[in-house]
């Protein structure tokens, strides 16, 4: 069983994530021990999963790598993301899913997949 999925970002960029991650996709932050919180980033939870966002001082979005979530009514997804300014690009090679990829507030990549009927 997998417990998080982690990406990285920028430093300083916490207000721009809890903007997409709690604002676009509707997770909910959970408080970084004191410790790691000195540090940067932002934890989220919800739909499922859990994404820590880690700061790399050289930052570069992942544009390969990257988690996919497993959801409810991907039209529905795919229309939030769309609506607040996020690229939405189905594909349809993986037999029994529909999907689409988009990205984060800094680029890195995102796939949203839901089972076919």
Known sequence: MLHHVQLACPPGSEAALRDFYEGVLGLAEVPKPP?????GGC???GH???L???VED???PARKAHPALLVHDL???AHRLA???YPVAFADDIPGMR???????HGNRLEFLEPLS
Do not use: I
């Open 99 to 105: 999907r689409f990829h988009s990205e984060d507030c």
């Open 83 to 85: 609506e607040a300014g």
């Open 58 to 60: 050289d930052f570069r």
């Open 52 to 54: 820590h966002l880690g």
């Open 75 to 77: 039209d529905a997804w």
């Open 48 to 50: 499922g999963v859990e």
């Open 43 to 45: 934890w989220f939870r």
């Open 35 to 39: 410790l790691l919180a000195a540090r």
